[in-house]
């Protein structure tokens, strides 16, 4: 109990902040850590010696001083603390565990009362500890000064998603009862509009997740029943692909709940068939494949036969997976191992554009070469990340054509694998002083949700719910914010 209230005063004493990277943070990026090398201390060396240090093994020569810090060290402070308070929490059972059962309380709740949008010291208290972690902010001014404050720190760009969503329990089934057709556009004009404004606030270069459930029920009947979407859907669906291509923004369409899955796939390569042939390759609609599911094999080498077939660009992004807590556990990996060769196995079959022992070719298609593909890599997984990363470097030695890419993770988690990327995309950059210099610069996103507190609360839970899934990652994120608030502590 004692470690839970220092826990809970730390994080309601943190300045409150409209992103988690502010103005302090983009000037320690903008600078080559100046620090004179010298020894590191024991507990630092782990997260010190990281992807950045692996591209200056090099022919090239490297000023090492460009690594001497770690790479949390571009964190704000109050940033730092709230990051450590929040993920202690995930790591400690006796503490995530009420704390899932408040947030699906309140996040399912119909009361007014539990609808922190209704109940303004409810809303004070989430926005200023798990809403200011994990969202970008509720209004345009806010999402703008997250996204400005995060290219500032040195991300090449965010994956901005509008929260609107629908996610069922375990077990619950789309009803069949008939809805008001007013309900039923209002709903989906709802969804139109908040994914309009998402797409406006993306700058070129940037991506937007959207979710179909978000536009409502009559998605919800259409997508698990595979059928086509509704006439206004569909208006409503290319609208925002017609803005994101005058505006140059890729739109990922989120992969969601089994039960409406089947419907999202049929959609999104109806969507890629209509979008990613017009620029050769370059995608501007993406699947999303989630690597925990036992099917997931066997349904990206059906997509990837047609788009080989059909002659369009394939976009990925590729997830472990976010409905550990509402999608039925026999439909996964039995075990943590298994999904991380799959997500492995399935990034590698990708990036080197051949099927392997793993990601097979479809029944009845050729073994060669897999179609034009762009991906982005969303893991939280430091292996997973520097697996990718020897794979783009070996490219790069041997001349073979590399895939468009970028990686992303979650605002407000795995700030440690975040923060690497960006040290060594900055140390890329400066090894670059040739065109004959060969040096991959990863490209890092960070995905941000925006919408109010109320509307952003599944999205929450889903977070939560992935930290206690994780427990080891997690464990390994907290040891690193930890390695930092004690360096700073020390004044190093």
């Known amino acids: 109990m004692a470690t839970a209230l220092r826990l809970t005063r730390a994080l309601w004493h943190l300045q409150p902040s409209l992103g988690p990277y502010t103005a302090a943070a983009a000037s320690q990026a903008q600078h080559c850590f100046r ?9 630092e060396s782990k997260y010190q010696s990281g992807i950045a240090t692996s591209i200056s093994q090099s022919s090239t020569p490297v000023t090492p001083e460009c690594i001497t810090k770690p790479p949390l060290s571009l964190l704000p402070l109050s940033t730092l603390l709230r990051s450590y308070c929040i993920t202690s929490l995930s790591c400690s059972p006796l503490l995530l565990s009420p704390s899932l059962s408040l947030l699906s309380a309140l996040a399912h709740s119909k009361s007014p009362l539990l609808n922190p949008d209704r109940n303004p010291v409810l809303r004070y208290a989430l926005k200023k500890t798990f809403y200011a972690q994990f969202c970008a902010g509720e209004t345009a001014g806010e999402v703008r000064k997250t996204m400005t404050s995060l290219k500032d720190m040195g991300f090449e760009g965010v994956i901005l998603g509008y929260a609107r969503e629908v996610v069922m329990e375990e077990g619950e089934s789309v ?3 008939e809805t008001d057709a007013a309900i039923m556009t209002a709903e989906v004009n709802a969804w139109r509009k908040g994914t309009l404004e998402t797409v406006s606030l993306a700058e070129k270069g940037d991506y937007v997740a959207l979710k179909f459930t978000g536009a409502g029920s009559q998605a919800l009947r259409e997508l698990s029943s595979c059928c086509p979407p509704s006439k206004n859907l569909e208006e409503a669906i290319i609208e925002i692909c017609d803005l ?39 995608a501007l609609v993406y699947g999303t494949y989630q690597a925990y599911l036992r099917s997931t094999p066997a349904t990206l080498a059906r997509h990837l036969a047609a788009a080989s077939s059909e002659g369009f660009t394939f976009g990925v992004k590729l997830v472990r997976g976010a409905y550990l807590g509402s999608d039925p556990r026999h439909l996964f990996w039995s075990e943590k191992k298994d999904t991380d060769r799959a997500y492995n196995k399935i990034a590698e079959s990708l990036m080197r554009r051949r099927y392997n022992d793993f990601l097979k070719p479809s029944q009845g298609t050729q073994s060669g070469e897999l179609p034009d593909v762009n991906l982005v890599l969303a893991s939280h997984n430091l292996e997973s990340v520097k697996l990718a990363m020897n794979i783009r470097k070996e490219q790069l030695a041997l001349g073979q054509k590399r895939i468009d890419m970028t990686y992303g993770q979650l605002m407000g988690m795995a700030d440690h694998v975040s923060c690497e990327l960006i040290q060594a995309g900055k140390l890329a950059h400066d090894l670059q002083q040739s065109p004959h210099d060969k040096q991959d610069t990863p490209k890092a996103h960070k995905y941000l949700v925006w919408g109010t507190v109320g509307e952003c609360l599944k999205y929450l839970l889903r977070r939560a719910q992935e930290n206690r899934d994780a427990v080891v990652r997690t464990e390994e994120g907290r040891l690193a914010l930890r390695s930092e608030v004690a360096r700073r502590m020390r004044g190093a």
């Open 35 to 43: 620090k004179p090398p010298g020894r590191r201390r024991l507990h």
């Open 175 to 177: 009803g069949k009862e």
């Open 244 to 282: 994101a291509k005058e505006r140059e923004v890729r739109l990922l369409f989120d992969a969601e709940q089994t039960a409406v899955q089947a419907g999202i796939d049929m959609w999104t390569l109806d969507f890629q068939r209509r979008y990613n042939c017009e620029v050769p390759g370059q």
